[in-house]
Nanobody
Framework: QVQLVESGGGSVQPGGSLRLACAASRSIFRPNAMGWYRQAPGKQRELVAGISIAGSTKYADSVKGRFTISRDYAKNTVYLQMNGLKPEDTAIYYC????????WGQGTQVTVSS
């Protein structure tokens, strides 16, 4: 059974930082590229960062230079380091394979406001 458990969200002021973590089941983590997605109120879910099995990364233009994705094979965990947070980064953040498959975790809320 695929499991995705996101954590690390919270409320921060603009310019602040957060580090998200996603504990994934081995069956999805090991053989797949992984990604962090987000969904803001009234908007579609979007991919913000992806990392291949070999560690190559990609980012949405809106987060490039501020977010860093990484993965730890020993822990089957994907991380998203978010720096320089902006109000427009407010959303629920999810992880999944890239491309995403059916079955999402509960996500973790990130709120950026002054």
């Amino acid at each position: 059974q695929v499991q995705l458990v996101e954590s690390g969200g919270g409320s921060v002021q603009p310019g602040g930082s957060l580090r998200l973590a996603c504990a994934a089941s081995r069956s999805i983590f090991r053989p797949n590229a992984m990604g962090w997605y987000r969904q803001a109120p009234g908007k579609q879910r979007e991919l913000v960062a992806g990392i291949s099995i070999a560690g190559s990364t990609k980012y949405a233009d809106s987060v490039k230079g501020r977010f860093t994705i990484s993965r730890d094979y020993a822990k089957n965990t994907v991380y998203l380091q978010m720096n320089g947070l902006k109000p427009e980064d407010t959303a629920i953040y999810y992880c999944n394979s890239d491309p995403a498959r059916d079955g999402w975790g509960q996500g973790t809320q990130v709120t950026v406001s002054s």
